[in-house]
């Protein structure tokens, strides 16, 4: 396969249009049983960059894969949902979901202390 090679063709062998590809795309999800909010053809693209963020992938990397020329096209696949946002704290902070306890300003200033003595 030569770089300007069609990779999608239609029936008389000519480039597939993107309406076409599109409908087809449409027809499957119906086929698929996908809910029709779902179906437009550039969810794929989505997922896709979705799943490169939460697997760890840096922003320069999600814009490259996905072929953005403007990394703030790709930054919108920096959001996060809010089943992400509710485990984010546990995750970070380790306190297994229990709530965080306040702490007087002395109790501060001796957490502060030993810190700084280690």
């Given amino acids: 396969m030569k770089p300007n090679d069609l990779l ?4 008389k062998g000519e480039l ?3 309406d076409w590809a599109a409908w087809l ?7 698929a049983g996908i809910p029709e909010h779902k179906t437009f053809i550039h ?5 896709a960059g979705i799943t490169l963020r939460k697997s760890g992938a ?11 020329k403007n990394i703030n096209s790709a930054a ?3 959001r996060i949902g809010a089943d992400e946002a ?7 902070f380790g306190d297994g979901g229990r709530k965080l306890t306040t702490v007087s300003g002395e109790e501060m200033a001796q957490a502060c202390d030993i810190a700084c003595l280690q």
Avoid: M
């Fill in 8 to 11: 999608f063709r239609n029936s």
């Fill in 43 to 47: 969810v794929p693209k989505l997922t």
């Fill in 86 to 92: 509710d485990g984010a704290r546990p995750r970070a």
């Fill in 16 to 18: 597939l249009t993107r």
């Fill in 58 to 68: 840096d922003i320069k990397t999600i814009q490259e894969v996905l072929g953005h």
């Fill in 76 to 78: 919108q696949y920096l």
């Fill in 25 to 31: 795309f449409e027809q499957d999800c119906e086929r």
